[in-house]
């Protein structure tokens, strides 16, 4: 029977993977549907018995998501409007049983194009903490997630939290997921896009694009050419081409290249709409 | 052996200890140590939700849990839900809810979570709660209403005598299906049986070489190929085309193609790596699209089937070209449909066993007895050593006609003498087991100047994969009912079943015929347009009536399809001013509506297929029905028993059901064509009333007598005259009845000629359905608002289980129309294929027609395949009106809808 490990603190878990390579397990919803066998295969290290990585934590720099953090327990948890759109997020993920197994780092980790997670994240500037029995590292997520089922984790290393900073939780959000089917579904295209509006003009725009390339990316063109708009005039805005440009989607079951950039076009459109009219 | 402690917990309010591996999946723990079979597993991957389970009160996927997470917390699986989920319980029997049953534990489970939060749900939150449970029977409108109405009703459930027959009486057979206890293929594990896993075709054409097979095998697995095959190594469903061998033979001819089973103790087959198995695979190139495969420089799958071409059907009446050259309007078009999954929830499974010189075989199957000859031939047996118990089917749709596991447990049985067992996994399931026939088809239809339809071409390919399997049905059904069920004086079809190196296309409700119906209902659509007239108008002008002879020359009586196209017609008018009132003021979505018929011939293509059934009293007083055909959720046990009840004069609560078993139940034929109700339901019929003759004969009195059964004796009352038959004074017969009656019925046909000329089906079904949809502009996306459903049943059973085959017939057909595509090696999941959530289902509107059949027992028609054919054009047409996108390449996937939507703007 392969080794299972199941410690109840950090410095162990650390010191576990330093000595040999595991596949570490959360919540476990990635890692069975990738085997057929009726049980785990080895050496495991399973983390959700080890204290204190669960939960999300308001601190000073700003809020700490453990990495044990259930996507139900996030939608639980008290946060301001600018965590919307993660927790619209949270509830299109597989379904009510897979929410209250998987994990939002776990969602990082399994480095899908198509993770749910990944977009409000990236839109909420989050951070990503890894950890080791060397030291502690954090990487912005963009950096994270480096392409399809790529991360940056070394050997021996863990995400033991995700930071959202202090900044990001200002404003509104929201996130639009478009499947084939309206649950259960690994998305086509998705968007997230947090507005911070002063004196009805746009004082601050994050928007996420993913399942259009192989990492959710940021329009850092769209959101600069939004900045000092007028919340009346967000959508229109918006130029195809621009979005486009961000973007390297492909043809697959579930759509093809140019139907994925035309969908992500009007997702930020009907998005930023959507937030425009929350705000005014 | 194990190194790690027991794990403690409390499950289902018990403490209990498991001595397992902790990061073997919760499913089978709680299945395999605990016996807790309730828990269906139907994925291994959170797709499905079948084995959703609570978790400390929380609903998750016990495929998805290490059993260490279960240390130290309450578990409870549907054997142990309480208080609400009680309730529940009898609201999912009173409102029909649970039909195969299979997903009926998850679904519980989840909604007693969902109700301890929320007592009073609306709609939208039980969509919601339940989206991660798939249900593939029901189109979970009667589950949402069941959740929505857990408050204690006292019902009679069971009708009085001779009320059976119309009273929407609960499932007899539902009890089990809503507490976990039901058996299904993977539910039964004889003692000691070995687990049995296949080695399959990772190529799609392949000559292979087995090497050091019993080197690799070692002393505890059994190892079988093609050469231990002590019978004929070929099986199929129509004896003519047999061609599909047990386990393949130095070639194989599709992917997922058994060449090799294991067989042992569980633990060490589980922990067996099937991917070093002793193989050398010499790949071939493949041809897995119809066009490929006809080219003449193709090569051949099978010898003696030129072409590629299984077998042709055809249809000629008249002078079609003559009539197309002359006609008033004309209209061409071409239409193409992907392989479908059936995706019920239980995969295959099921365990064999010896008793004495007889091979048992229980597995979840829809035809017990062609199981049996065929496993016998396979296997070298004669057929009255092979006994078939059909386990509880946890969904069939026709692809549980074929032989699946039975040959492969039976071999291993057989040969070591020791039970065994099997289960598919997923994608075993999907990439071994048969689909719906991919098809490509082009028709052209005209009409006269009045709106009269003149004529009619089509013609077809269907691929029908690597075996031949159902297609010889689909090839000639599909020219016979490619009309629809209109008149049509000049008509010309052709269809064809052609190999390819693809899945193996079978049976899939419908027999093609929905496939066929896609392109003539849209093709009416542009018919009606050309003519200038209302869409539904049309078909009402068309449609066949009593006395009327369709393309085969036959003539019909009780047709009921202008009887359910006029139910449509308020309906029709409303919907249309709703939409044009949506369209005037919305941009970015756009309304429409779409109608479609249905017909369709129940039973065999001019083929016998008989159902018996016996009926017999014991001297003790126990009445009971011998009912053969096997239950896939569809409700024969209850119907069939309705019919009987009211035939013979007792009421239901006195019957008890036997079988089906073949040792104990005659042959009732196989669950598929629509045909039991119709074909099994008439013999019931027929051996009620001969039971009824012999009680009243034997009584001396009138056939108005009022019968009742009580302790030893039956009383028979007419008017003032009561006669007692002291039941335990009669002489039983072989059968230990002291009373009983035994009736064959087998449909009257007429052979069809060499144009197709002829009676092929003894009672046809008829039906109608109106879609309204909204179509995102820009997304392409489509919203299946309603589905008003006019289906004709001739007389109508059992309404409540009727609704149910509509309810469920309608989701597949949305999910043929808009998301179900089947690529061989890409979609082998239910996260890839994707089948209708809780939140596609449109509301669905049932209306049930009354024209009753001459044939049919009191009067009743088919209805299990009917119920799908109409979806899929009805909401393709409605997509068109919506949006003007005509699709012609199914599913319409939003990227195809967007596309459709443009062309037809830049045609405009």
Known sequence: ?280 | MKDTPAIALMVNGKPASLDAAPGRRLSEVLREDLGLTGTKVGCDAGDCGACTVLLNGAPVCACLTPAIRAGGADVVTVEGVRDIAERLQDAFLRHGAAQCGICTPGMLVTASAMLRETPRPNRAQVEEALGGVLCRCTGYAKIIEAVMDVDPVSIDANPANGGAVGAAMPRLDGAAKVDGREIFGADYVPDGALLVRAIRSPHFAARFQLGDVAGWAGDRVHVFTAADIPGANRFGTIPAFVDQPALADGFVRMRGEAIAVVAGPADVIEALDLSTFPVNWEPEAELLRTDQARASEAAQLHAGRPGNILIGGKVLCGDPKTALDTAAYRVTARAETAYVEHAYIEPEAGAAWMEGDTLVIQACTQAPVMDRDETAQVLGLAPDQVRIIPSAAGGGFGSKLDLSLQPLIGLVTLKTGLPSRMAYSRRESMSSTTKRHPSTMQATAGADADGYLTAMVFDGDFNTGAYSSWGPTVAVRVPVHASGPYKIPNYHAEARAVHTNGPVSGAFRGFGVPQAAILQETLFDDLAMAAGLDRLAFRRLNALGDGDRTVCGQQLFGVGIGDCLDALAEPWQAALAAAKGFNATNTQTKRGVGVASCWYGCGNTALPNPSTIRLGITADGHLRLHQGATDIGQGANTVITQICADALGLPIADFDLVGPDTALTPDCGKTSASRQTFVTGKAALLAGQALRTRILTRANLGPDAVLSLEAGQIVVTDGAQTAHIDLSSLEPDTNGYVLSAEETYDPPTVEMDENGQGSPYAVYGYGAQMAEVEVDMTLGTVKVHKITAAHDLGRVINPLLSEGQIEGGVAQGLGLALMEEYIPGRTENLHDYLIPTTGDMPEVQSILIEKPDPEGPFGAKGLGEHVLIPTAPAILNAIRHASGARIDTLPALPHRVLAAIRAAGEAS
């Open chain 1, 1 to 280: 029977m392969p080794a299972y490990f199941r410690p109840d603190n950090l410095n162990e878990a650390l010191a576990l993977l330093a000595e040999e390579p595991v596949t570490l397990a959360a919540g476990c919803t990635d890692l069975f549907p990738a085997t057929e066998a009726k049980a785990l295969n080895g050496p495991v290290l399973d983390l959700t018995a080890i204290d204190g990585l669960r939960g999300v934590v308001r601190g000073s720099e700003g809020w700490r998501i453990g990495t044990l953090t259930t996507w139900s327990d996030l939608c639980k948890t008290d946060l301001p409007a600018a965590f919307d759109m993660l927790k619209q997020a949270a509830r299109e993920v597989g379904s009510w049983q897979i929410q209250n197994a998987g994990t939002v780092a776990g969602n990082l980790c399994n480095a899908s194009p198509a993770a749910d997670g990944v977009p409000p994240l990236l839109a909420l500037d989050a951070r990503v903490e890894l950890q080791s029995a060397k030291g502690t590292r954090v990487l912005p997520l963009g950096s994270f997630v480096t392409g399809v089922r790529k991360t940056a984790l070394q050997p021996g290393e863990m995400v033991t939290a995700i930071l959202i900073p202090a900044a990001a939780g200002a404003g509104i959000s929201r996130f639009r997921k478009l499947g084939a089917r309206r649950y259960l579904v690994i998305s086509i295209a998705m968007v997230a896009g947090r507005l911070v509006v002063e004196d009805g003009k746009i004082g601050e725009a994050a928007i996420s694009v993913g399942s259009c390339s192989p990492v959710a990316v940021r329009l850092r063109e769209v959101e600069n050419q939004l900045l000092g708009c007028r919340l009346a005039d967000v959508a229109a805005t918006v130029d195809a081409d621009m979005v486009a440009r961000a973007l390297s989607p492909i043809d697959d079951v579930r759509g093809d290249a140019a139907y994925r950039t035309t969908a992500a076009v009007e997702l930020v459109r009907r998005t930023l709409a959507d937030l425009a009219g929350e705000a005014s």
